[in-house]
């Protein structure tokens, strides 16, 4: 029998008296008697659950650091078959349809200026875009009465061609140069403002 008062044992060679034989040697633990004999075995099985319990804690933990080991291997591979997403820029259309009072209206040129104004020359005249709709453009109640032909955008900013004259609102109203092409319905900017207008 076992001394009455608890002992660490830290490698048995041979079972002590009273050990069940199923209790593997070499087992650690802490050994005691009952009265009655029946604490030694019980505290023995206790001991050899947990045992087996750290045994199963592990060989789960080795098997962790043995996936961390293989795991790169298929990771590279698949890692090969990988891209870098970034970030770009995509065209999108916004449809701008007529008011009702523009029904039936044709168009013919579009532009925009350094500030993002948006002007579209059509049979009515300017247009203009407003609470989602092309509507008549009156900024500059003195182009009213032009015939406009054609605008562009020159140095970012609105140029016209009328049956007279090539202008701008921009630039103080400097630019202002007459033609001798009535019927002209096209134009083209050069370097320094000069321009090169035909029918």
């Given at each position: 029998?076992?001394?009455?008062?608890?002992?660490?044992?830290?490698?048995?060679?041979?079972?002590?008296?009273?050990?069940?034989?199923?209790?593997?040697?070499?087992?650690?633990?802490?050994?005691?008697?009952?009265?009655?004999?029946?604490?030694?075995?019980?505290?023995?099985?206790?001991?050899?659950?947990?045992?087996?319990?750290?045994?199963?804690?592990?060989?789960?933990?080795?098997?962790?650091?043995?996936?961390?080991?293989?795991?790169?291997?298929?990771?590279?591979?698949?890692?090969?078959?990988?891209?870098?997403?970034?970030?770009?820029?995509?065209?999108?259309?916004?449809?701008?349809?007529?008011?009702?009072?523009?029904?039936?209206?044709?168009?013919?040129?579009?532009?925009?200026d350094r500030n993002g104004r948006i002007l579209v020359l059509s049979s009515k005249g300017l247009l203009q875009i407003h609470n989602g709709k092309l509507v008549p453009d009156n900024h500059y109640r003195p182009m009213l009465d032009m015939k406009i032909r054609s605008i562009d955008a020159y140095r970012d900013q609105f140029v016209y061609l009328t049956d007279k004259v090539v202008l701008s609102n921009a630039w103080a109203g400097q630019f202002y140069v007459s033609h001798k092409m009535p019927d002209a319905g096209l134009f083209e900017m050069g370097s320094n403002f000069d321009f090169l207008s035909y029918l």
């Open positions: 029998m076992f001394e009455n008062s608890p002992r660490p044992v830290f490698a048995v060679r041979h079972p002590p008296q009273g050990v069940p034989r199923s209790v593997p040697f070499g087992t650690s633990g802490t050994f005691g008697t009952a009265d009655d004999g029946r604490g030694s075995t019980a505290k023995i099985i206790e001991f050899k659950r947990n045992n087996m319990k750290t045994n199963i804690f592990y060989i789960a933990v080795s098997g962790m650091f043995a996936g961390f080991i293989i795991a790169p291997s298929a990771y590279s591979r698949n890692l090969q078959h990988s891209y870098e997403d970034s970030p770009y820029l995509q065209d999108f259309a916004e449809k701008i349809p007529l008011s009702e009072e523009l029904a039936g209206t044709e168009l013919s040129a579009v532009s925009s």
